[in-house]
């Protein structure tokens, strides 16, 4: 059975960082590509960073650029999200996911499975 379970969420103030990690089990993780994805009240879940199996590679969304990093430690079965510069908007509850396949995706329906998700919220 896969498991995806995320931790490190909680209350931050605004230029505040929050190191988020994801622990898998029940699955190959070292050939998996990993995602982290977040959903907002009243939005739909969106991209925000994948890194590839190797850790060799990785994507981030516009909107966290320069203020997140996304690593993994493959001995450890555990996928890391680093959040720096906190922001109001960036509060949401933030999942990760597991892939396999050729390419890095962006989209939901290129992954798999999923965690229940960890939240990050951040005041003003």
């Known amino acids: 059975q896969v498991q995806l379970i995320e931790s490190g969420g909680g209350l931050v103030q605004a230029g505040g960082s929050l190191r988020l990690s994801c622990a898998a089990s029940?699955?190959?993780?070292?050939?998996?590509?990993m995602g982290w994805f977040r959903q907002a009240p009243g939005k739909e879940r969106e991209f925000v960073a994948t890194i590839r199996w190797s850790g060799d590679s990785t994507y981030y969304v516009d909107s966290v650029k320069g203020r997140a990093t996304i690593s993994r430690d493959n001995a450890k079965n555990t996928m890391f999200l680093q959040m720096n510069s906190l922001k109001p908007e960036d509060t949401a509850v933030y999942y990760c996911?597991?892939?396999?396949?050729?390419?890095?995706?962006?989209?939901?329906?290129?992954?798999?499975?999923w965690g229940q998700g960890t939240q990050v919220t951040v005041s003003s």
């Open positions: 996911a597991a892939a396999y396949g050729p390419r890095l995706g962006v989209s939901l329906h290129d992954y798999s499975h």
């Open positions: 029940g699955l190959t993780f070292s050939t998996a590509n």
